[in-house]
């Protein structure tokens, strides 16, 4: 059974940094896609970065060049480091992932059947 657990999630300042994590076990963790979705209170959730079967990494316009999403095989494991954050950063963060994603679709949430419980991201002004 696929299981993801997300964690690293708090509150911080505008500016501020945080890693997120999360934690893979029960598939092959390096044939699937696997990304970073957020979901502000009244809004859709939204793609934020992902990364291919192969490797390449996709990110939302709105993110980049302020996070880097990278992966650590060894530890099954995901991670999201968040730079220069800005209040509308303020989201709830999943991890998610799917066997089968073309890489131009990796930021699109209804592609993946696998979430994780979500972690909370405060950014204050």
């Known amino acids: 059974q696929v299981r993801l657990v997300e964690s690293g999630g708090g509150s911080v300042q505008a500016g501020g940094s945080l890693r997120l994590s999360c934690a893979a076990s029960?598939?092959?963790?390096?044939?699937?896609?696997i990304g970073w979705f957020r979901q502000a209170p009244g809004k859709e959730r939204e793609g934020v970065a992902a990364?291919?079967?192969?490797?390449?990494?996709r990110y939302a316009a709105s993110v980049q060049g302020r996070f880097t999403i990278s992966r650590d095989a060894t530890k099954h494991t995901l991670y999201l480091h968040m730079t220069n954050l800005k209040p509308e950063d303020t989201a709830m963060y999943y991890c998610?992932?799917?066997?089968?994603?073309?890489?131009?679709?990796?930021?699109?949430?209804?592609?993946?059947?696998?979430w994780g419980q979500g972690t909370q991201v405060t950014v204050s002004s």
């Open positions: 998610a992932t799917e066997k089968s994603v073309e890489w131009w679709r990796l930021l699109q949430y209804r592609d993946y059947t696998v």
């Open positions: 029960g598939y092959t963790y390096s044939t699937y896609a």
């Open positions: 990364i291919h079967s192969d490797g390449r990494p």
